[in-house]
């Protein structure tokens, strides 16, 4: 599980964000939540989302398809916009068949929202960031 490296939105420093951490990552210099995006596979999901103490956003994709490249960027602007309440965690479905079982995938993207190990929320599709935005906001109760 190597860390990605991701710019603070704030101050542009690079950082390195763990696949796993206890709280949220912050920028190094300015403290500003940055965005927590991973990747995930059959052997490494459990301990990236299903013990995560942050809700996660599960994207369930595949290389070939064309939404799923077009709804990628979309997610990552609203792990940024949420950035110190949500985990992206991206899963591809050709590399983890068993994840594809167990979340019964029959369309790509498909869409998980989990909360202490259990989906709270799914949706198949892509859709635009301000739409995908409101999804999360709305089951995790963010919204008014």
């Known amino acids: 599980m190597e860390p990605r490296i991701i710019a603070c ?11 796993t951490a206890a709280g949220t990552p912050s920028c190094g210099a300015c403290h500003a939540a940055l965005p927590w995006i991973v990747d995930a596979d059959d052997r490494t999901f459990g301990t990236i989302a299903d013990e995560s103490s942050t809700p996660v956003l599960v994207d369930l994709w595949a290389p070939w398809c064309g939404p799923c490249r077009m709804v990628g960027p979309a997610l990552e602007r609203v792990a940024g916009d ?49 739409a995908l935005r409101r999804w999360v906001e709305q089951h995790l109760g963010l919204t008014v």
């Open 82 to 130: 949420l950035a110190g309440t949500v985990k992206l965690v991206k899963v591809n479905v050709d590399t983890a068949p068993a994840l594809s079982r167990r979340f019964q995938v029959q369309a790509v993207p498909t869409l998980l929202l989990i909360r202490d190990g259990q989906v709270i929320a799914r949706q198949s599709g892509a859709a635009p960031a301000a």
């Open 9 to 19: 939105p704030a101050c542009g420093r690079r950082n390195r964000v763990p696949a």
